[in-house]
């Protein structure tokens, strides 16, 4: 997706976060957080046009599968005609719908979910709905990595998940906050 596109998109949605698309250096960062030397299932809300998406499907195995979850039709349409990949799933949804397309298979079974997602448009009850959901699919000692504008997130991730670390990527328009968050896990605030 080009520039112009990113940027109209930007323009009719709302709900898209960014006028840009993410940076290779949170792309990066965020996912030093991934084991991608062994199968996994990641779940990815708001992909947008795909930048983490492609990165992650460069270093998974042949055996891992990333679900994508894309509410806005035009960055969902240009995902299904650009990546033709056998270990993808993609589904014009939101991510608080995530338990509702998810194959029941894999619920309390993902690894990893990423997120980009703008919460900070969410209003509290649409928040706490995204993340217990998030919670509920992830397995035991899976990782919640969200990348904000802010620390608005932190609230609601320490009410549902109880533990939280963050790290800045200040390469990145606009800066991120990293948020690595463990289910059931016993990561401190940083």
């Known amino acids: 997706m080009s520039k112009i596109d990113f940027f109209k998109t930007f323009i009719k949605d709302r709900d898209v976060a960014s006028v840009t698309p993410t940076s290779l250096h949170c792309v990066k960062k965020v996912c030093t957080n ?3 030397s062994r199968d996994i299932v990641l779940v990815e809300y708001g992909p947008g046009d795909g930048v983490f998406s492609r990165y992650v499907l460069d270093l998974m195995t042949p055996g891992s599968r990333l679900i994508m979850i894309e509410m806005n039709k035009d960055f969902y349409a240009h995902l299904k005609k650009t990546i033709p990949d056998p270990r993808v799933e993609i589904h014009n949804a939101r991510a608080g719908d995530v338990l509702s397309v998810l194959n029941p ?48 997130l932190k609230k609601p991730v320490m009410e549902v998940f109880g533990n939280l670390e963050t790290e800045r990527e200040m390469l990145n328009l606009p800066p991120y906050l990293i948020y690595k968050v463990v289910k059931n896990g016993q990561l401190e605030e940083s």
């Open 105 to 152: 298979s894999l619920i309390g079974k993902v690894d990893y979910v990423l997120s980009g997602i703008p919460f900070s448009f969410l209003k509290k009850d649409r928040k706490q709905i995204v993340l217990k959901a998030t919670k509920t699919i992830l397995k035991e000692g899976g990782l919640f990595l969200a990348y904000q504008t802010s620390g608005h």
């Open 34 to 36: 991934i084991d991608f």
